[in-house]
């Protein structure tokens, strides 16, 4: 189970990755473009699993993010079809949830997403983190991110 103390970090706009610490064990999905994946590899010290978010229902990249940074979850609404998907277990805890819609400094809405799950020595997922890519200017940002405190979690790393 999550706690309130478990929570993290809203949209942190402007972030830039300038080193990336790479694990050997990590794995970076097909899709994830490398500045966003770089981001996301710094969160962490233990080795990470990064996925780009595709949605479901039509194969589209883009999305309009909706995420609480208290609760530590973020829905995903396809810019292509409006298909909406949970990321990891944030559908357990949505209902109590305050969310507020991403938006770059830009002013655009729209974004790749890519997930880091952070493994234990067993594979278990430890932390998730949400990243985002804006489409107007590039410009990346971590949105939200939660520890897991139970397991098993496997199931976790298809929910993207």
């Known amino acids: ?6 929570k993290a970090v809203g949209c942190l706009f402007g972030t830039t990755a300038t080193m990336c610490r790479v694990h050997a064990d990590d794995q970076v999905g ?3 473009p490398a500045d966003l994946a770089a981001l996301l590899r710094e969160v962490d010290d233990r ?4 996925s780009a ?4 229902d039509c194969g589209g990249r883009t999305f309009f993010v909706h995420f609480d940074e208290v609760e530590g979850g973020v829905r995903r609404d396809c810019g292509a079809c409006g298909g909406r998907a949970f990321i990891a277990d944030s559908a357990e805890y949505w209902e109590e949830a305050e ?3 991403a938006e770059c400094p830009c002013g655009c809405d729209e974004f790749e997403v890519a997930v880091a799950f952070s ?3 067993d594979g278990s997922v430890r932390w998730v983190t ?3 890519r804006c489409q107007q200017d590039g410009t990346v940002a971590v949105c939200a991110d939660w520890k897991i405190s139970y397991g098993p979690t496997d199931h976790l790393l298809t929910m993207t």
Do not use: N, Q
């Open 1 to 6: 189970m999550r706690s309130r103390t478990d």
């Open 30 to 32: 097909d899709g994830v």
């Open 47 to 50: 080795p990470v699993r990064i």
């Open 53 to 56: 978010s595709a949605c479901g």
């Open 99 to 101: 969310p507020c819609v």
């Open 119 to 121: 493994l234990t020595g």
């Open 130 to 132: 949400v990243g985002l």
